[in-house]
Nanobody
Framework: QVQLVESGGGLVQPGGSLRLSCAAS????????MNWYRQAPGKEREWVAG????????NYKESVKGRFTIFRDNAKSAVYLQMNVLKPEDTAVYYC?????????WGRGTHVTVSS
């Protein structure tokens, strides 16, 4: 059974930092391209960042470049999203996504609220 479990969300003040984690099981993690998506209240889900394997090439949504960093640990079957200089507009539910060929798996999400 495939599971993606996100953690690390919470309430943070503007300018603060959070690190999200996603633990994967039931897949050959090193084969999968990993993504983070987010969905803000009343908005559609949007892609935030992605990372390939095994090279670890990364790409980002323009609005998070320079503030967010995606990285992975294939030995731990985990992917992370380091989020710095958080803004209120980063408030959303953040989802982990694993993709390989026709396989497409999602976690249940973790809430991030950026507010003073």
């Amino acid at each position: 059974q495939v599971q993606l479990v996100e953690s690390g969300g919470g309430l943070v003040q503007p300018g603060g930092s959070l690190r999200l984690s996603c633990a994967a099981s039931g897949i050959t993690f090193s084969s999968y391209f990993m993504n983070w998506y987010r969905q803000a209240p009343g908005k559609e889900r949007e892609w935030v960042a992605g990372i390939s394997s095994p090279v670890g090439n990364t790409n980002y949504k323009e609005s998070v470049k320079g503030r967010f960093t995606i990285f992975r640990d294939n030995a731990k079957s985990a992917v992370y999203l380091q989020m710095n200089v958080l803004k209120p507009e980063d408030t959303a539910v953040y989802y982990c996504n694993a993709r390989y060929l026709t396989n497409d798996y999602w976690g249940r999400g973790t809430h991030v609220t950026v507010s003073s």
